[in-house]
């Protein structure tokens, strides 16, 4: 199970942190990964990291502006999100990549909404 928080209104400009605990199960041999829906949109990639958390890959809309890193001792992945823009409102969810994958995503967690006010 993934459980994600910390999402919540800010301004834009602002920051948020959020986090994805796994529980039942350790995740440290996968990447994991940030995806997010907006509104009337399909989900898309927000960033990924392997399994060691020494590389990291950003889709160019957040690029410079947000950080993922993750936590194997505590099983966690982070997204630190800075100078939030009102096109950042959606929900942002967490995944867990297959065995060795760049694409196919095994596991979700439950969704955590992020709105950017203007």
């Known amino acids: 199970q993934l459980q994600a928080s910390g999402g919540g209104l800010v301004q834009a400009g602002g920051s948020l942190r959020l986090s994805c605990a796994a529980s039942?199960?350790?995740?440290?041999?996968?990447?994991m990964g940030w995806f997010r829906q907006a509104p009337g949109k399909e989900r898309e990639f927000v960033a990924r990291?392997?399994?060691?958390?020494?590389?990291?890959y950003y889709a160019d809309p957040v690029k410079g502006r947000f950080t993922i890193s993750r936590d194997n001792a505590k099983n966690t992945v982070y997204l630190q999100m800075n100078r939030l823009k009102p096109d950042d409102t959606a929900v942002y969810y967490c995944a867990v990549y297959g065995l060795g994958s760049l694409q196919t995503v095994d596991y979700w967690g439950q969704g955590t909404l992020v709105t950017v006010s203007s």
């Open positions: 990291i392997n399994r060691n958390g020494d590389s990291t």
């Open positions: 039942g199960r350790t995740f440290t041999t996968r990447r």
